[in-house]
């Protein structure tokens, strides 16, 4: 909770104040510049709907191949100029560039002004993401990049809206003002970009803590990030299918962006509605990021993940095939809301679940691939729409109209679908309980658990059974012997193994603590679970480690929940939040009579031993009905057998999900090394 106070602490930094200003303003300025060149391409080429189509694509490419051919060229070249000129520079040159579009007004200058203005991009970008650094404190950079990222794109809907206003401004400007006469509806747009530019010069002119120079920018080649990041990341599964998942999304939502202005105008909507819709998606995208995610908050998040997809490639074929403005621009609305969501929940999934050495090139991967699926995406799109062409179909007297850019965005949709099936195929850490299931009772407001275990990097493994079934015993002689096949092993037991655990485990067990209430019982073992799990059980997973632990959830379900008589659904659901979710890969299951089990313990009876024979027979007929349930995560043995006979038994089971005991990244550089033999 302390970010939004951080990221106020950065702005307190005048110099680093005035450059986010001024960034703000280019945003602004650039997301304008967007829509109202794609639009004007669009008017310029009135009449012949294949022309048209490709005018708008003309200006993309223009806009993205920049960048790709020469991005890294001109990081070099930034690197060698006085920064503060350079922006300032480049500042001036868009400004004139730009302002010089509506007053020449011609197709040919559109694309030409706009390859200019990326090629001044490309030195203005790099040169202000260098100072940043010389501005802000090295704790707050962080906070100046989320800043930064919020005005990129947080600017997209007010641009949205403000070109939607200016397009009217065109529209009856023209009778008003003569200057406007001769002149697109965007030329008031392209004035107020082009201002922006000149207010951000200003800015910069008068922003003298940026130092000249100071360390080298790095910008290696997009082509050789995307080839190399795929070597590191594709080999998880996990990252595997987030890639998928949002570069999918991503070129879904470049379809859409690439055919709006043609498809808009064929629904009758002028540069105003092609605002609007613009807007609808970052709008949509706010909501799914903020009140979306919150109303499916108990549903898995790798399921939401994929679902949000696939839904956004149905309701992308629905906008294709729903010939109507304002059904168009709610569904646009609700398309980004899935954008949205599934792009936040890809980067939060990779910021907690992927190891700390992918974690970086997973992100950089992502965003050089997602630049390069977008160029190709819009490259394709508009082209693609011409080659179709328009077409009408006649259904007995009713006339439906179907051109290229339904086509490609029923093929940006159905992409979408498959992409998003994919996404949950890899991720799904629910497999076994049905979707609509988990989605109703998300809906409903109860919440499922966030984590299987399954995706960590080390293995969970957990004893349970009555008193004296053997499982002290048993998970004693598992961790020797896994220990010695070179495994880091972590043994652990419930209740009692923190610091904390230790004096709630005091409390528990006292036999003098008979006036404990069932429901503080409950919670006492479920809090004990929580700061095991939270300090001893999950660090261990994520450093790799196996984990075994005598006794957890399912003693809680047995004993509480069974023995004591409270609700199960309420014990469950109090040690899903306490444990985060976590399950077991495997839980092993001691099933031994409590006849038999009690006769074994020695000493003096604890508060649970000491209660009767029909406590310990409801406590094990529960643990063998959790068992039962989940069979493929249980192995239930018979605990009045010898213990190296059941010993042998669980060795076999474990032995079936054991990791590779060689870390992969070791075994990559042995694999280079040369054999010795002899
Ligand atoms: N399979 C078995 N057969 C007979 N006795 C056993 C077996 N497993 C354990 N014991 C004995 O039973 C007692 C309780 O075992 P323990 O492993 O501490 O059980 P728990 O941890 O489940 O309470 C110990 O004295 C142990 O030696
Ligand atoms: C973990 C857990 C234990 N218990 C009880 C079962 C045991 O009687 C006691 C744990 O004591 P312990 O001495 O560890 O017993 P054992 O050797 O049988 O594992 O706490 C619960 O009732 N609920 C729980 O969630």
Same mark, same amino acid.
Request: glycine share 14%; net charge negative; hydrophobic share 40%.
């Given at each position: 909770m302390t970010a939004p106070r951080r990221a106020a602490n950065v702005l307190a930094h005048a110099p680093f104040r005035r450059l986010w200003t001024a960034m703000s303003v280019c945003s602004l300025g650039d997301w304008l510049n967007i829509l109202a060149l794609t639009a004007l391409a669009g008017n310029l080429n009135q009449g012949d709907y294949r022309m048209q189509s490709l005018a708008v694509g003309g200006v993309f490419i223009a806009k993205m191949l920049p960048a790709v051919l020469l991005g890294p060229l001109a990081g070099v070249f930034a690197d060698r100029f006085d920064r503060r000129l350079t922006m300032f520079t480049a500042d001036l040159a868009r400004f004139a560039v730009v302002l010089s579009i509506p007053l020449i007004g011609t197709y040919q200058w559109v694309i030409v002004a706009t390859v200019l203005v990326e090629c001044v991009n490309l030195f203005w970008v790099p040169a202000k993401d260098a100072t940043v650094p010389n501005l802000v404190p090295k704790d707050q950079l962080e906070s100046a990049n989320r800043l930064n990222l919020l005005v990129t794109y947080g600017s997209a809907p007010i641009a949205a809206l403000l070109f939607a206003a200016l397009s009217l401004v065109g529209d009856m400007g023209r009778s008003v003002l003569p200057f406007l006469s $001769?002149?697109? /509806?965007t030329a008031p747009a392209l004035f107020v970009n082009s201002l922006a530019y000149l207010v951000s010069a200003f800015l910069i002119f008068t922003l003298r803590g940026i130092p000249k120079r100071d360390g080298a920018i790095s910008a290696p080649s997009v082509l050789k990030q995307v080839v190399e990041g795929w070597r590191f990341v594709g080999g998880n599964r996990l990252v595997r299918g987030l890639i998928i998942g949002m570069l999918g999304a991503f070129a879904a939502g470049g379809a859409v962006v690439g055919v709006a202005k043609i498809y808009v105008v064929a629904l009758g909507g002028g540069d105003a509605a092609y605002g609007v819709v613009f807007g609808a998606v970052f709008v949509g995208m706010a909501l799914g990021m903020f009140v979306g995610l919150r109303l499916l908050q108990g549903l898995s998040r790798r399921r939401l993940f994929g679902l949000a997809i696939t839904t956004a490639g149905v309701v992308l074929v629905a906008i294709a095939l729903i010939h109507n403005l304002p059904i168009v621009v709610m569904l646009t609305v609700l398309l980004g809301a899935c954008a949205g969501i599934a792009w936040i929940i890809g980067y939060t999934l990779i910021g907690l679940e992927v190891e700390d050495t992918l974690r970086g090139r997973t992100f950089s991967f992502l965003q050089s691939t997602a630049r390069v699926t977008l160029l190709l995406v819009v490259a394709v799109a508009n082209p693609l729409a011409a080659l179709f062409g328009a077409h009408q179909f006649g259904l007995g007297t009713l006339a439906y109209q179907f051109d290229g850019s339904n086509l490609v965005l029923v093929i940006g949709g159905v992409l979408a679908v498959v992409v998003g099936i994919l996404a949950l195929r890899h991720m799904d850490d629910r497999k076994g309980v049905s979707l609509s299931a988990d989605l109703i009772a998300a809906v409903r407001g109860e919440r499922y /658990? *966030?984590? *299987?275990?399954?995706?960590?990097p080390g293995l969970f493994v957990a004893f349970e059974g009555g008193e004296g079934s053997g499982k002290t015993t048993q998970s004693r002689l598992i961790a020797i012997w896994l220990r010695d096949q070179g495994y880091d092993v972590v043994q652990t037991r419930e209740p009692g193994s923190t610091k904390i655990g230790m004096r709630l485990r005091a409390i528990l067990l006292? *036999?003098?603590?008979? $006036?404990?209430?069932a429901r503080s019982e409950a919670l006492l073992y479920a809090a004990d679970r929580a700061e095991h799990v939270e300090k001893v059980i999950r660090p261990a997973l994520y450093r790799g480690s196996l984990v075994i632990t005598d006794r957890y959830v399912d003693s809680s379900l047995a004993y509480q929940g069974a023995g004591r008589a409270l609700d199960p659904a309420d014990v469950s659901r109090i040690n899903a939040w306490a444990t985060g979710g976590l399950v077991p890969h495997l839980t092993v299951l001691i099933d031994t009579p409590p006849e038999v089990g009690l006769t074994r313990l020695g000493g003096a009876a604890d508060r649970i031993e000491s209660e009767p024979l029909e406590f310990h027979q409801r406590v094990r007929k529960e643990f063998r009905a959790l068992a039962a349930a989940h069979p493929d995560r249980y192995l239930v043995v018979d $605990?009045?057998?010898a213990p190296e006979v059941l010993t042998r038994q669980i060795q076999d089971r474990i032995r079936e999900i054991l990791p590779d005991p060689v870390p992969r990244e070791s075994e990559d550089i042995t694999g280079t090394m040369p054999a010795i033999r002899d």
């Open positions: $001769g002149m697109d /509806p /658990p *966030a984590e *299987a275990a399954e995706h960590v006292d *036999a003098a603590e008979r $006036g404990l209430s $605990g009045t057998m």
